[in-house]
């Protein structure tokens, strides 16, 4: 089993990040490689691209959440195979999804408040089971693109979580007065 983890510290309420991750495309959107995603109840079908060297690679993620324990964990399961640039590169004529590009997804997310006041802990862990050819893939990428991945997502979930909005009362003090009118 190949497996991603990692761990964030945000500036933001639980409750917050709670919403985010329950806006399923919201949050795949954050996720460095995704491009295309889709949300049908609890089901989240993604389209996933990267290239290794010069060989493009795409993937077809379908997720489905099997867990949710509210402000403190989301669990999702489902599969990956590799897309038809992969078969392009390969020249091979594959009807529907061959065995060996085929693989199960498991995701974990956990919300933990921290010892320092305001910051929470993004605790995350995906695990893939795959075989033969799709493993081979999945171990390159892992070696060379995922630490810059994990990276990339850090920052996006930071930037949506910490984005400071400004309270409608110091915008309002702001604005231009109103011109005074003139009495009749």
Known sequence: MLTVAGKVDVRCSIEDA???FTR???IAR???TVEDVEVDGEHVHARVSTK??????TSR???RVIETRAFECLKAEGFSYLGETIKEQI???IEGVAKDSAGRLFLHLDLRPTDQDGIIAVVYTADVEAKGRLKR???AILKTKVPDMM????????EELERVVEPVAEVAEALPAPAPQARA
């Open 61 to 63: 993620v379908t997720l």
């Open 91 to 93: 020249k091979k004529d």
């Open 24 to 26: 399923f495309s919201d």
């Open 151 to 158: 990276e990339q997502f850090a920052q996006n979930l930071r």
């Open 137 to 139: 893939i999945y171990k």
């Open 18 to 20: 709670w919403d985010l």
């Open 52 to 57: 290794l060297g010069a060989l493009p690679i």
């Open 30 to 32: 954050l996720i460095p």
